[in-house]
């Protein structure tokens, strides 16, 4: 049954009401994203190339496909409070490893009675981590750290330029037009009446009194289209909302500028940067690219000195992607008239 929830704010609450972009949240919605059985179309190139690599590790039926569901209710404790605006997956998963055992366990009884054959015992995992929170959650993490090299790391430089231009484009809009012309523009289901935040079309209640002061909001690459909520007293009540220009999130970013690129580093690797529009290896870049594997090596090797590519191992193969400067050099410069 779907809901409206209302939070209410105090002068002190919309003091308090800051930005975060959080690596956690996208781990989880990326991987609810990839439990659907028709993932929507913008990741659609993204989801192929991921969903064999996790199988091969088998990640499609570890940890967090136990703490991640298809839908509905998200185990808070992975999703803990940003301490900083920009906070490094690190962090985060030193938080997760700190989360208290009665949060853990408490997640463990919402996730259970939310099944359609609840009250039916526990995987031996759950068991672990409501009987050994400490030692579950060290096995929780490394699963963690190993979906975010296969999953999110090939492309985190793109995913966090589109995050962190949202927050800056709306710290602006906070700055010229005010908190609550924000709050209102967030997503069709959120809007601002009168000092609360009203957030319809919801399966679980948001309010004040579940959570503490304050309001953290999380731009998304994956959360799209809902918007999706963590209210933990006494932390702040946090948002997670589809950022602006998801769409074009996974489109080429090849253009003319190539050529100017080209007359500086060389054709061979302007040709491998323009290639890299999604993560490859090695292998596959010699093919497309008409290059021996020696010399994509060689090029890459000094690409990656030159702070162009990264590396993330993926199985038995290394993955080469673009970082954002990368892709700034090859995005159109813009034209004094």
């Not at 259970?112 to 039916?120: D, T």
Request: net charge positive; aromatic share 6%.
């Amino acid at each position: 049954m779907e809901i409206e929830s209302g939070l209410s704010f105090s002068a002190a609450d919309l003091a308090q009401t800051r930005f975060a972009v959080s690596p956690m949240w996208e781990v989880v919605t990326s991987f609810r994203l990839l439990r659907a059985p028709n993932e929507p179309t913008l990741h659609r190139r993204w989801a192929a190339q991921v969903r064999p690599r996790l199988a091969q590790a088998g990640l499609d039926r570890g940890w967090l496909a136990e703490l991640v569901p298809g839908h509905g209710f998200l185990a808070d404790f992975l999703n803990p409070t940003p301490a900083t605006p920009f906070p490094a997956l690190a962090a985060e998963l030193d938080a997760i490893r700190a989360a208290a055992p009665a949060q853990v366990r408490k997640d463990l009884d919402i996730l259970r009675s939310k099944e359609p054959a609840a009250g039916h015992r526990p995987s031996p995992r759950l068991r672990l981590l409501r009987e050994a929170p400490e030692e579950a959650l060290e096995k929780v993490v490394a699963e963690i750290e190993t979906y975010w090299e296969l999953a999110l790391a090939p492309y985190w430089a793109r995913i966090r330029q589109l995050l962190e231009a949202d927050v800056f484009h709306r710290a602006r809009q906070v700055a010229e037009h005010g908190s609550a012309r924000v709050l209102s523009e967030l997503h069709e289901t959120v809007r601002w009446d009168d000092g609360t935040l009203h957030l319809v079309r919801r399966h679980c209640a948001l309010t004040r009194d579940k959570a503490g002061s304050g309001l953290l909001l999380v731009p998304s690459a994956f959360a799209w289209p809902r918007v999706l909520t963590r209210a933990v007293a006494p932390d702040p009540p946090q948002l997670a909302y589809p950022a602006r220009g998801i769409g074009n999130l996974w489109a080429p970013r090849t253009s003319a500028a190539t050529d100017a690129v080209a007359a500086v580093i060389g054709r061979s690797r302007t040709l491998l940067l323009t290639e890299l529009d999604t993560p490859a290896s090695t292998t596959r870049l010699a093919a497309h690219c008409g290059l021996s594997a020696a010399a994509v090596s060689q090029h890459l090797t000094a690409l990656r000195n030159a702070g162009l590519v990264t590396a993330h191992r993926s199985g038995r193969s290394v993955l080469y992607a673009r970082t954002a400067v990368a892709d700034a050099l090859l995005a159109p410069s813009e034209e004094l008239v």
